[in-house]
């Protein structure tokens, strides 16, 4: 993380001595049961980016640590969790390092981790456009890229809305329009130092990646080849270390996990050789890169 640009920019701006410590935030609503009503948890978990990722995604190191549970006025608890980084962030505080030695850092929300329903929730985005730009739901799919929301424009919509508004109905409306949810008049992240919350949104792999854009290639693939014949070559390919052999193909798969899909992306490519326009290929090649 800390090869970013990001991370050069901001450590420009803080007093001369001073480090970064960039905050992780990642929150999922988890179910809990299924036979007994609806009941769920709201964990929030922090780590840091100065920590090594292959350290930070070892749940044995205990690198990320659970701060707390949220109810469900998720702005109003997330801002009486967080609060206390807001002034550490902008003034600093001294801690002890692992070599024994005083540093001062600030600790600066970086990266915030969630899937597409939460991440419209914290940036109080309408749901179905996006979190990081301003284009309306009809023009997501143009090849022109959108004006970014910052904190700034998303806190004026907010305000402006509230000015001219004589109930929250017409609040909802005016928000709604701008692409704002319409649902929360005071943020969480409001005041917090040197952040941007939209540009802070991390993609969500799982989802967004695996379960979205590989998903749509794999329907892509019934305008080339039956998916039999799909079924028929992947049966054919030969074993091999760290690959999985879908012995079966894959149309008689039911509820496929994300594990399975990055399996399925592995072969996917070596499956269509022979099959496809030279141009396809390149294409699909592209889109697996991507991924």
């Known amino acids: 993380m800390w090869t ?14 001073s480090a970064v410590a960039p905050v992780i935030i990642a929150t999922d609503k988890t179910q809990l049961t299924q036979f007994s009503g609806s009941k769920s948890a709201y964990p929030v978990y922090l780590t840091l980016g100065n920590i090594p990722r292959a350290i930070r995604h070892k749940p044995s190191q205990q690198a990320c640590i659970l701060i707390g549970y949220l109810s469900c ?3 109003d608890s997330m801002c009486t969790v967080l609060d206390p980084l807001k002034e550490a962030g902008r003034n600093g505080m001294e801690v002890v390092g692992g070599d024994g030695k005083v540093r001062r850092i600030h600790p600066i929300l970086a990266c915030y981790v969630a899937d597409y329903p939460e991440q419209c929730l914290v940036a109080c985005a309408k749901y179905g456009t996006c979190p990081k730009c301003q ?3 009809s023009e997501l799919g143009s090849n022109m890229p959108g004006e970014p929301r910052t904190q700034a424009w998303t806190m004026g919509v907010i305000k402006d809305a509230k000015a001219k508004s004589r109930n929250l109905h017409q609040f909802h409306s005016l928000c709604q329009s701008k692409g704002v949810s319409g649902t929360v008049q005071r943020p969480f992240w409001d005041g917090f130092p040197y952040s941007n919350i939209h540009l802070s949104m991390t993609p969500d792999v799982l989802h967004q990646l695996y379960q979205g ?3 749509h290639m794999v329907t892509w693939c019934d305008y080339f080849l039956h998916p039999s014949e799909l079924d028929a070559r992947i049966k054919s390919l030969p074993p091999c270390f760290g690959v999985r052999h879908f012995q079966k193909g894959w149309s008689e798969l039911s509820q496929i996990s994300g594990r399975e899909r990055k399996e399925m992306a592995r072969i996917l490519l070596g499956c269509l050789v022979g099959k496809v326009p030279r141009r396809v290929l390149l294409v699909y090649r592209s889109l697996l890169d991507f991924i």
């Open 213 to 215: 854009i590989f998903k």
């Open 73 to 75: 006025l998720f702005h």
């Open 4 to 17: 970013g640009k990001w991370w050069h920019a901001l450590q420009e701006q803080l007093p001369e001595g």
């Open 135 to 137: 284009s309306p739901a």
